[in-house]
């Protein structure tokens, strides 16, 4: 088994694609990192992955709309889900310290996730690179006492950095959402919830039609986000998700309703929910 993720050893995708490893007892299926969320779109629906890990929420910034905006129209299915806790540490070189450090690179969310630590460092600049994991490798391999790197702690030690300053982020809870994804015609997809991506017909109500079928079988709206559709201008679509453990009709007939009410209408997974299985 081939399992894909965004990034190299030490990002986040990379810690929560060992933990589902781990969970799932997969221990022989190999990790491969790419460059880009596209890329690993591209190599499963070409067939030479079998799973990929992409996140999809953060707990401090809402959705990611840079990769859940390319799960549209696409054939995969997200079939379980895992949640990591995301500490944002301050890696430099063994020489370096603190007051040295005048620009931290890392990936741009992970940026935003430490405005707090930048306002009460003025002196140290923030600066983007690709990904969190990446900017910890640039740092090592430039050897600057006055770089740093925000990234977790697996990166910060699978690069034999110095750990500068820990658990950055201004949001303590600070959590990201990924889904694990698989072609949808290798699964059969169960679990109390449903994601979708919808495109309503142009009219006045529209939403409020889609939203009203939900309350008709008795589903519970967990999320709703609306996103520009590409070469539509002011059009959108809709990411939701919806509980569908108290719905008692079969699922074919919810299916049929919403084709209904809908121009546009794509299951994204199905899976139970991680967080309902850490309570029980």
């Given at each position: 088994?081939?399992?894909?993720?965004?990034?190299?050893?030490?990002?986040?995708?990379?810690?929560?694609?060992?933990?589902?490893?781990?969970?799932?007892?997969?221990?022989?299926?190999?990790?491969?990192?790419?460059?880009?969320?596209?890329?690993?779109?591209?190599?499963?629906?070409?067939?030479?992955?079998?799973?990929?890990?992409?996140?999809?929420?953060?707990?401090?910034?809402g959705l990611i709309?840079?990769?859940?905006?390319?799960?549209?129209?696409?054939?995969?299915?997200?079939?379980?889900?895992?949640?990591?806790?995301?500490?944002?540490?301050?890696?430099?070189?063994?020489?370096?310290?603190?007051?040295?450090?005048?620009?931290?690179?890392?990936?741009?969310?992970?940026?935003?996730?430490?405005?707090?630590?930048?306002?009460?460092?003025?002196?140290?600049?923030?600066?983007?690179?690709?990904?969190?994991?990446?900017?910890?490798?640039?740092?090592?391999?430039?050897?600057?006492?006055?770089?740093?790197?925000?990234?977790?702690?697996?990166a910060g030690e699978?690069?034999?950095?110095?750990?500068?300053?820990?658990?950055?982020?201004?949001?303590?809870?600070?959590?990201t959402r990924f889904?694990?994804?698989?072609?949808?015609?290798?699964?059969?997809?169960?679990?109390?919830?449903?994601?979708?991506?919808?495109?309503?017909?142009?009219?006045?109500?529209?939403?409020?039609?889609?939203?009203?079928?939900?309350?008709?079988?008795?589903?519970?709206?967990?999320?709703?986000?609306?996103?520009?559709?590409?070469?539509?201008?002011?059009?959108?679509?809709?990411?939701?998700?919806?509980?569908?453990?108290?719905?008692?009709?079969?699922?074919?007939?919810?299916?049929?309703?919403?084709?209904?009410?809908?121009?546009?209408?794509?299951?994204?997974?199905?899976?139970?929910?991680?967080?309902?299985?850490?309570?029980?």
């Open positions: 088994m081939k399992i894909g993720y965004q990034g190299v050893p030490g990002s986040y995708s990379e810690t929560a694609l060992q933990e589902y490893k781990q969970a799932h007892q997969l221990q022989d299926a190999t990790a491969i990192g790419y460059s880009s969320f596209k890329a690993l779109i591209d190599e499963i629906e070409d067939g030479h992955l079998d799973l990929i890990v992409i996140p999809v929420e953060n707990s401090t910034t709309a840079r990769t859940v905006d390319l799960l549209r129209y696409r054939s995969l299915v997200a079939i379980d889900e895992n949640y990591q806790s995301i500490q944002h540490y301050l890696w430099g070189l063994e020489t370096s310290e603190i007051n040295t450090i005048t620009e931290a690179y890392s990936h741009p969310e992970a940026l935003s996730q430490c405005d707090t630590f930048f306002a009460n460092h003025p002196h140290i600049t923030a600066k983007a690179y690709e990904d969190t994991a990446k900017s910890a490798q640039f740092i090592a391999e430039e050897g600057s006492i006055h770089q740093a790197a925000l990234a977790s702690k697996r699978l690069y034999g950095l110095k750990q500068l300053a820990a658990s950055v982020q201004t949001e303590s809870m600070n959590t889904y694990i994804m698989a072609p949808n015609e290798k699964v059969t997809l169960k679990g109390d919830i449903l994601s979708l991506y919808i495109e309503t017909k142009h009219e006045s109500g529209a939403l409020a039609k889609l939203l009203q079928v939900f309350t008709l079988f008795d589903c519970n709206m967990e999320s709703l986000n609306a996103r520009p559709i590409a070469g539509k201008p002011f059009a959108y679509g809709f990411f939701m998700e919806v509980d569908v453990s108290k719905s008692t009709v079969p699922f074919e007939l919810l299916w049929q309703t919403l084709e209904q009410v809908s121009e546009h209408l794509q299951v994204l997974g199905r899976f139970d929910s991680a967080l309902t299985n850490k309570k029980g």
